[in-house]
């Protein structure tokens, strides 16, 4: 008969005031690694940093480089497969005049890529000055940009945790970029190069998608500055269960690179027009000034982390938008003069002419009316010398005496005739 046997069961080796004292010990030492390396931890110096985000470019450029060489090859194996197909051409239309290609274009603007010396932009570098000391003064008046920022910052895809991003500072600097060292450069229709250093190969020029490009250094020493104040919202275990302010500053302090420009030329057959784009060589060095400030009554201040995240965060952004394989690419307008174009036309001038006339009109008038009050004040003064002198005639005339009084003999009386006898009067005697 079988004893049924009650199976031993294990007893726990740790209680649970060990088991508690355990994980109590293990949170503090994750908080204490999290303070010590993320918070508290050193960041690595700007040089390593640079030239770590340099060798990455690098890597990155010249891995594009080499996917475009062999799709280009295999593309290249497939076209020399296929037969080529001769079209008839029309006897009638006058044949167009042989298209212009890089090498034409250079041999006539007799600019020679191999030999020509660099360029200084000193001119180039007045009109960048003049526009952008514009645009500073236009902001300076206008709340565009900041309405801009603000709206491009918060977006429409905000996440939960980040309350509205408010822009506290705003400051566009002083300096201006300087721009030097240009030189065209024959590219692709991938834009890459046929080799810097090597002598420009003719029938490499004149290949279809073949392409100028301007190449120039851009060195830029200012403190551009963009300062920011949110707070990160914990929405758990219920929403807002604890509010962490942050204050964020971030200034451009240097940026040098290498600026490639290039123009497409339009396309009628698939109705594109005149393009320009614009990328940077993987070269750039691009240096940031990072200030931040945690919390509301104990602050965290200049947290070397929070720089590095942001710093790599803008690079990233950067890279991703205008640094090579990728560009910015603008279309232009037509170049074709247009009506609606014009200015200065005959109502201009017309204009000019009215306002002309009005401005003589308004000297003759002031010349005339100064003539006026000249004439004006000249009969004023001849009137008052002819009141003065009748005044004066009137004076002299009553100091003269009268004419019978002048023939009177002494001794004679008033009324009687010069030698007459006393007492005898004209009518005879009194």
Known sequence: MSQDVCPVRSEPTLSFTQGLVLGQISVVLLLAAFIRFFIFG???????????????????????????????????????????????????????????????????????????????????NVLVAQTIAQFRSDAQHDDAILTSLTKALNGTSRPDWLDEIRVTELSLGEDFPIFSNCRIIPVDEDGLDFGSGKPLDANATTKEGTRLQAR???DLSDMITIALETKMLLNLPKRLSAVLPVALAVSVVRFSGTLSISFVPSNPS??????????FLDDYRLDFSIRSLMGSRSRLQDVPKIAQLVESRLHRWFDERCVEPRF???????MWPRKKNTRGGDETIADVE????????????????????????????AEADARADRVHDQLRFRRRPRAEDAFVMPGSMPGSMPGSMPGMGVDGPT
């Open 328 to 334: 910015q690419e603008i279309a232009l307008p037509s």
């Open 216 to 218: 120039m250094d851009v």
């Open 270 to 279: 698939e109705n594109t027009p005149t393009k320009m784009t614009f990328t």
């Open 354 to 381: 009215r306002s002309i006339e009005r401005s003589i009109n308004k000297v003759k008038g002031a010349e005339i009316a100064k003539d006026l009050r000249a004439e004006a004040r000249k009969e004023v003064e």
């Open 42 to 124: 050193d960041a690595p110096s700007p040089e390593v940093t640079a030239a770590l985000r340099a060798n990455e470019r690098r890597s990155r450029s010249l891995a594009h480089k080499k996917s475009l060489l062999s799709l280009r090859s295999s593309n290249a194996r497939q076209a020399a497969q296929q037969p080529a197909l001769n079209k008839k051409k029309s006897s009638i239309l006058r044949p167009n005049p042989p298209t212009l290609t890089i090498g034409s274009i250079l041999s006539k603007t007799y600019y020679k890529v191999d030999s020509h010396q660099p360029e200084s932009l000193d001119w180039f």
